[in-house]
Nanobody, 125 residues
Framework: AQFLAESGGGSVQAGGSLRLSCAAP????????MAWFRQRPGKEREGVAA????????FYADSVKGRFTISQDNTENTLLLLMTSLQAEDTAMYYC??????????????????WGRGTQVTVSS
C-alpha cells in the first residue's frame, strides 16, 4: 500500500518558488517523524528537511537553510515543503518519507521505512 503521496513538483526558473505537498494517513501524520529527501541525477538520496510530531522541531540541510521551509497542515494531514530562491542545483526528484522512530540520523534515508513515489522538480538557470 502506498501511504504517502507527493505533489506540487514542476519546472521553474532559477529564483522562483514551488510548494511540495505530501498527503499522509491521519494516524501516521500525527505520530511519525516526517521528512523530505531528494535525489539529484547521479547522486545518492539526501535529506532536505525533517519535522517531528507536533511541528516544533525541524531540521534542514545546510544547502537549503533559509530557502526551504518544512511544515504540516494539520487540517489536511499534509506535509509541506515551501521552496524559495530555487537554484539549478535543487533540480531533483523529491520524496516524502516517514517513520515512527527513525533508526538513525534524520538525513539518512535508511532511517525511514515509508516512502512516496516522488515528484520531480526542475530548475532552469
Amino acid at each position: 500500500a502506498q501511504f504517502l503521496a507527493e505533489s506540487g513538483g514542476g519546472s521553474v526558473q532559477a529564483g522562483g518558488s514551488l510548494r511540495l505537498s505530501c498527503a499522509a494517513p491521519e494516524s501516521m501524520f500525527s505520530r511519525y517523524v516526517m521528512a523530505w529527501f531528494r535525489q539529484r541525477p547521479g547522486k545518492e538520496r539526501e535529506g532536505v528537511a525533517a519535522i517531528y510530531p507536533g511541528g516544533s522541531v525541524t531540521f534542514y540541510a545546510d544547502s537549503v537553510k533559509g530557502r526551504f521551509t518544512i511544515s504540516q497542515d494539520n487540517t489536511e494531514n499534509t506535509l509541506l515543503l515551501l521552496m524559495t530562491s530555487l537554484q539549478a542545483e535543487d533540480t531533483a526528484m523529491y520524496y516524502c518519507a516517514a517513520d515512527l522512530r527513525p533508526g538513525g540520523r534524520w538525513d539518512d534515508s535508511h532511517s525511514f521505512a515509508f516512502w512516496g513515489r516522488g515528484t520531480q522538480v526542475t530548475v532552469s538557470s
